[in-house]
């Protein structure tokens, strides 16, 4: 909606209008390219970068075997920390709160 000046007169456009002139030509040209699937091929490709480049992910997929065998072994721990209470529980309590 515009009135006879062409000015915008739907709130939603007159504040992109105030938002784009404040932007650089620069900023200006990725305000407009900016699409959904550009949004999407971003962050996909964002996403990916940090899979291939995080520590702490390699460092989980290594330690992954381990806590599946602990997990496997979980009701017998269970066990063990209740029979022997001074010891074992804090320690399986804690391994097993971290787990899950």
Not at 35 to 58: D, G, M, P, V, W
Not at 68 to 76: D, I
Request: hydrophobic share 45%.
């Amino acid at each position: 909606m515009e009135d006879n000046n062409g000015v915008a007169l739907d709130p939603w456009l007159l504040a992109r209008d105030r938002y784009l002139e404040d932007l650089t030509d620069e900023e200006k040209a990725l305000f407009t390219h900016a699409t959904i699937e550009n949004l999407f091929y971003s962050a996909s490709a964002a996403q990916k970068t940090h899979h291939a480049l995080s520590a702490s992910r390699a460092f989980a997929k290594k330690l992954r075997p381990f806590i599946k065998a602990l997990e496997q072994y979980g009701k017998a721990l269970d066990v063990y920390s209740n029979a022997s209470a001074t010891v074992m529980c804090p320690l399986w309590g804690s391994v097993k709160v971290v787990l899950q």
